[in-house]
C-alpha cells in the first residue's frame, strides 16, 4: 500500500483544463486574439464609446459652464420647485463644479470610469428632478443649459435625462471604460 502510494504521489497528472475551459473563456481567447476575425468589431466598439464618452463629456461641460456664466434659468426653476436663497446658492455653487469636474474626469482617459461613475449620479438625480418636475406639474425652463439653449421641459425633460443616463450605462457596461490600455494594444 505504502509502494501504491508513493507511485500515485510522483505521478506526473495529466491537464485537460483547456478541455474543460467554459465557453466564455473561449470566447474571450478569441476576441482578445490579435488576428481574429472580430478585431475590426472591437475597433468600432472603442470608437463608439469613446465618442460617447466624449459627447457627455463636452455636454456636462457646456452645462456647467453655461450655470455658471448665465445663472438665471437655474435660479428661476429652483425656486419655482421651493427651495430657499441659500439652498439655491449652495445648489449654484456645488452643480455646475460638479459638473465641470466629472467632464474633466471624463476627458482624461485614467479617470474615466470614475467619471462615468460620477456621471452616472448626476445623470440619475437630473432624470429623478425631471420625474419630480413632471409629476408636481411645473412647466417651466429647465435651466440645463442657461439661455444658450432652450430645453423646455415636462415628458421631453425625462425622455433626453433617459437617453444620457442609458449612455452612460452603456459606457460603464462596455469594456472601453473599464479596459482602456487592452483596447488601444
Not at 502510494?5 to 474571450?28: D, E, G, M, N, T
Not at 470608437?47 to 464618452?53: D, K, T
Not at 471604460?177 to 487592452?182: G, I, Q
Amino acid at each position: 500500500m505504502r509502494r501504491f502510494l508513493k507511485v500515485f504521489a510522483y505521478k506526473k497528472k495529466p491537464h485537460f483544463r483547456h478541455l474543460i475551459r467554459p465557453s466564455f473563456l473561449r470566447l474571450s481567447a478569441f476576441l482578445a486574439c490579435k488576428n481574429s476575425a472580430a478585431e475590426p468589431l472591437l475597433k468600432h466598439t472603442h470608437l463608439a464609446s469613446q465618442m460617447v464618452r466624449w459627447f457627455l463629456a463636452f455636454l456636462l461641460l457646456f452645462a456647467g459652464i453655461t450655470k455658471i456664466y448665465d445663472p438665471g434659468p437655474t435660479i428661476e426653476i429652483l425656486s419655482l420647485v421651493g427651495l430657499s436663497k441659500w439652498q439655491i446658492k449652495v445648489v449654484l455653487f456645488i452643480l455646475p463644479l460638479s459638473e465641470i469636474g466629472v467632464a474633466v474626469m471624463m476627458f482624461i482617459r485614467r479617470y474615466a470610469r470614475l467619471g462615468a461613475w460620477f456621471a452616472l449620479g448626476l445623470f440619475s438625480g437630473f432624470l429623478g428632478f425631471s420625474v419630480y418636475l413632471a409629476m408636481t406639474g411645473i412647466e417651466a425652463e429647465c435651466g440645463c443649459f442657461g439661455k444658450a439653449i432652450q430645453s423646455g421641459g415636462g415628458g421631453w425633460l425625462i425622455i433626453r435625462n433617459g437617453i444620457f443616463l442609458s449612455m452612460v450605462l452603456w459606457l460603464l457596461a462596455g469594456k472601453e471604460v473599464a479596459h482602456e490600455k487592452a483596447a488601444i494594444q
